[in-house]
């Protein structure tokens, strides 16, 4: 009987989940409802129907089990569709959604819905809602939607927002699980053990009665360890109950954070149909307007480099959106702007959407205008007095070596430079020679150089006031040399120049006396590659595509690249840390090295060896020698180590070559010089320089003290 009562109500709840299932996306889950459902409402009808005691008992026992598993199973839940609209505010900013409910409680009992979910939700549509036997908590969630059961309205702004909709199944731990433990345990109890309790406690037998009442508490454990456990059920798995109290191990068993919980995802779109604005000065402006123009000065060869002029628009120009959401402004302006006029867009765009999926852009033209209105920086070469022999009236100039002014323009590479030198100076006289640097923007400079001749054997030579000055180490001190010539000609007296023929026994110039500078290398940073090389923002890309275009081939190495330092010579010859480019293979950027180059007077190149130094400048000393400086280590590990390197870098065979010499080692026992009874603590961690020459040491030990230790490594 019991059997055909379970076949009739499993092939009922089948049916009504398939039914479910056919209306449900998640026809899986759906279906773990119906057939968990179908058990507990069998075996409900079995213990109602069944005569059998043991037969009544244990159904209850599978109704009881499967119903807690329905209710720690998460609903079968099914969101809207994902929707779109259009904002319906006055200022189009923003969509009033009015919700009749944005959460609901749903009730359902063996199948039948007793509190269904309302069909209507407003705008969002519909959802889908099963369980069987369990009460469930639904709601959409968004931190714009007000949680509520009765109607309300929300101003969603535009934007693709995620709505959450969640379905949480309600347990009471009570009456759901405690209080039904204990109900099953008596139950089952009355129908197995109140026949064999009852004669007992009739006949006052308090024997049987103890034993019958241990019958019912081994029951109770049984049904709590062997008969409960299979039918229980979190997120769909079996949990199984292994010791103590039955009611506490259900509890403890459903208690937890996912438990019941199902979630999807519903997409609410809100268009965006206002575009943003650019601004120019605090002025709003239309789309497609045309900007003042920007008017800028060339700084580089051939016009100027966009970085430097990054940080000058941000303050003038800027764009905002009317619905207060973020807009970006970007530009095309290029990476280098030449002397001209270029035109540039600027674009401010939305965070959208729009309906075709893009975002809102407006824009402005805007031109940026580089002039080169500075005239070319020049050194016109010095005055020249020359002797010629007696008799002879004049001298050809072509005789008179002038020399070659030193010429820097910011913008042109390759200055035009003039000159009014006459054919022929005549004797006795003092002719000034104009000399005239143009630039490819007809800016000028002009300069004069003093070209004295005289009989040979008249000229007097100049005298200068010898100067006597004490300072204190490390204490620079200014020192003006003054001179004078008596020889005046053509209302002028011989102009004079001044040479360090030799230096101080004690002390150093910072400077020497020359005009020689880093930028005078700017008039040809790219050496003999001209232009392409000087605007390219990728030389070693550059040097791929242009030079290395096969093994073997090298970049010449005549030119300074990016000098650093510079170091003259009484000579007039000097030392340059740049680099060299070298090709490595076909197809591959070429790589700089760092190098010390040498180079003469008249800028030849002399020489290169590698250079190692971890800083930007090296020290020469009174003997040609060079020294690099490297620190290595911390704290009190601290090492300087100081490097010779021979001067006659030009007898170099190669860029690898060592030109090492001595060295020196700087750390805490430094300080100590035995021979001189010399003994100062210092702290590693803070030396930072070093210098050597041919008669003595020096250290830097932090930032005010200096040590000198003896000669040697």
Not at 547 to 569: L, M, N, Y
């Amino acid at each position: 009987m019991s059997r055909i009562i379970s076949a009739i109500f499993g092939l009922l709840i089948c049916c009504a989940a398939t039914q479910a299932a056919d209306r449900n996306e998640e026809n899986e889950h759906a279906a773990v409802l119906g057939a968990i459902g179908g058990s507990n409402l069998s075996a409900s009808a079995v213990a109602a129907f069944s005569a059998e005691p043991f037969s009544a008992v244990a159904a209850e026992v599978v109704a009881f089990g499967t119903g807690l598993g329905l209710k720690a199973l998460p609903a079968a839940l099914v969101e809207p569709d994902d929707v779109a609209f259009a904002p319906t505010s006055a200022d189009q900013c923003t969509l009033p959604l009015r919700l009749p409910q944005s959460k609901f409680s749903y009730v359902n009992i063996f199948g039948f819905d007793i509190d269904g979910v309302p069909d209507d939700w407003g705008l969002l549509g519909t959802p889908e809602l099963f369980h069987w036997d369990s009460d469930v908590s639904l709601r959409v969630n968004h931190p714009l939607i007000e949680l509520s059961d009765s109607p309300v309205t929300n101003h969603i702004p535009s934007g693709i927002h995620p709505l959450r909709w969640e379905a949480t199944t309600q347990i009471n731990l009570v009456a759901d699980v405690a209080f039904p433990t204990v109900m099953l345990a008596y139950a089952g109890y009355s129908k197995l053990k109140a026949p064999a309790m009852l004669p007992a406690a009739v006949a006052g037998d308090a024997a049987k009665t103890k034993v019958a009442r241990e019958r019912f508490f081994d029951a109770l454990e049984f049904l709590a360890t062997d008969l409960l456990p299979p039918f229980i059920f979190y997120g769909g798995e079996r949990v199984l109950i292994n010791s103590g109290d039955a009611g506490e191990n259900v509890a403890d068993a459903l208690q937890r954070d996912t438990v019941g919980v199902k979630v999807h995802e519903q997409l609410l779109t809100v268009y965006d149909v206002r575009p943003p604005v650019i601004r120019y000065d605090g002025v709003e402006q239309a789309d497609g307007a045309v900007l003042p123009p920007v008017m800028l000065e060339a700084m580089d060869f051939g016009g100027l480099r966009r970085d430097r002029i990054d940080a000058l628009y941000p303050a003038q120009i800027e764009s905002f959106d009317p619905c207060r959401r973020t807009a970006s402004l970007s530009n095309d302006l290029p990476d280098f702007l030449p002397i001209g006029s270029s035109t540039v867009t600027w674009i401010a765009a939305d965070q959208g959407p729009t309906q075709n999926g893009g975002v809102n852009q407006v824009q402005a033209m805007q031109n940026f205008i580089v002039a080169d209105t500075q005239g070319p920086i020049m050194v016109t070469p010095p005055g020249r007095v020359v002797e010629i022999p007696a008799g002879q009236t004049s001298v050809a100039s072509a005789d008179v070596a002038l020399g070659l002014p030193r010429v820097v323009d910011l913008a042109d590479p390759a200055p035009r430079i003039y000159n009014d030198v006459p054919e022929r100076f005549p004797i006795d006289s003092r002719t000034p020679v104009t000399w005239r640097a143009v630039d490819a923007s007809s800016n000028e400079s002009t300069g004069e150089q003093l070209i004295t001749i005289k009989a040979q054997g008249s000229n007097t030579s100049p005298v200068v006031a010898d100067i006597d000055v004490q300072t204190l180490t490390s204490e620079p001190l200014d020192i003006v040399l003054r001179g004078s010539d008596s020889d005046e000609v053509d209302g002028r007296f011989d102009p004079l120049a001044l040479r360090l023929e030799s230096r101080p026994a004690n002390g150093d110039f910072v400077a020497p006396l020359l005009p020689f500078f880093i930028e005078d290398f700017r008039s040809s940073p790219s050496g003999p590659y001209g232009e392409g090389l000087a605007q390219s923002s990728d030389p070693g890309g550059w040097f791929r595509d242009n030079v290395c275009t096969s093994e073997g081939v090298e970049i010449r190495r005549d030119w300074p690249s990016a000098p650093k330092f510079i170091h003259v010579e009484d000579g007039g010859d000097y030392y340059l840390i740049d680099q060299l480019w070298r090709c490595r293979t076909a197809g591959a950027r070429a790589q700089p090295t760092p190098r010390i180059s040498k180079w003469n007077a008249e800028n030849a190149f002399l020489g290169e060896i590698q250079y190692n130094g971890q800083s930007d400048t090296f020290v020469a000393d009174d003997d040609g020698f060079l020294y690099q400086l490297n620190r290595n280590g911390q704290g009190a590990s601290t090492r300087l180590l100081l490097t010779q390197r021979y001067g006659n870098i030009e007898d170099a065979t190669s860029l690898g070559q060592s030109f090492s010499g001595d060295s020196w080692t700087f750390e805490s026992g430094s300080a100590r010089n035995d021979n001189t009874g010399v003994s100062h603590p210092i702290n590693p961690g803070s030396l930072s320089y070093a210098h050597v020459d041919s008669r003595r040491a020096y250290g830097l030990c932090g930032r005010h003290r200096s040590e000198r230790w003896r000669y040697g490594r």
